[in-house]
């Protein structure tokens, strides 16, 4: 057990995960109390992640209690790709749910009926946790969802007063952005470019680019303007994957 530990505890999640693809049978090549000790070196992981004072927007609860918030319904659409013939109980979908967010960092877009190996539905929710919050904090491109839910501030990017925090802006899920400052709404759109990152387009204005602030706020900008999220979203509300890249 300690010679493993001494091995495992330097190792990212995303490392222990390559070692697990190559073994296949990660929960019988392990004895149990190195399996324990991972277990419990990957809570410490996850509680020293959400500790940072960047990451003030995620949640101090795992990722299978967000799961665990998904109705069945919604549970079917996000797996709706995926063989799901093994689950028999809801947590049977709640496992498989967190073993595609954990191993799937891609659109499967083209992909159907894919599988999971049993072993990959075992997975320590705490050790996934880490792994797919912290690629949420490294992620630039704004979920559909995301940008919907969140008020917006407004600055003209030149003229060096700052944001206008006495109105917010609002993108709508029927494709319309609406600004007090233009008294009224026009139609915005996602735009992409190959090789370049998916942006939001706003009427005839020039396409804004999405990135994170440090600490993990949205900003988006062109050459002439900005809007900045307002405040963080309820860590209940954030969606796991964008259903427009799906």
């Known amino acids: ?24 049978s990660w929960s019988m090549a392990v004895e149990e109390d190195s399996r324990r000790i991972w277990e419990s070196h990957s809570l410490i992981l ?5 500790m940072s004072k960047n990451v003030p927007i995620f949640p101090m609860k795992s990722l299978l209690d967000s ?3 998904v109705p069945m319904p919604k549970l079917n659409d996000l797996l709706r790709k995926f063989d799901t013939a093994r689950c028999t109980r809801e947590i049977d979908f709640q496992r498989m749910l967190l073993a595609k967010l954990f ?13 999971f190996p049993d072993w990959t539905l ?10 797919f919050y912290k690629r949420q904090v490294a992620r630039h491109e704004i979920f559909f969802e ?6 917006w501030n407004f600055s003209y990017v030149r003229n060096g007063i ?9 993108f709508t899920t029927d494709y319309m952005y609406c600004s007090p400052r233009l008294g009224g709404s026009l139609p915005w759109q996602f735009v992409t470019n190959e090789g370049e990152q998916r942006r939001i387009h706003i009427d005839n204005f020039r396409p804004l680019s999405s990135r994170r602030l440090h600490n993990g706020l949205w900003l988006l900008e062109n050459q002439f303007v900005a809007l900045q999220q307002v405040t963080p979203l309820d860590a209940a509300s954030l969606p796991f994957l964008d259903d427009t890249l799906e």
Do not use: M
């Not at 996850?46 to 959400?50: A, E, I, L, S, V």
């Open 146 to 151: 995301e940008l919907c839910q969140i008020d």
């Open 67 to 69: 799961i665990k918030q």
């Open 122 to 131: 075992n997975i320590n929710e705490y050790k996934a946790s880490y792994y």
């Open 103 to 115: 191993y799937f960092g891609f659109s499967t877009k083209s992909l159907t009926n894919l599988h």
């Open 162 to 170: 700052g944001f206008d925090t006495q109105s917010t802006n609002k």
């Open 1 to 24: 057990g300690h010679a493993v530990y001494s091995y495992f505890k330097f190792l990212d999640p995303i490392d222990l995960l390559h070692a697990c693809e190559v073994a296949k």
């Open 46 to 50: 996850w509680k020293r992640f959400n």
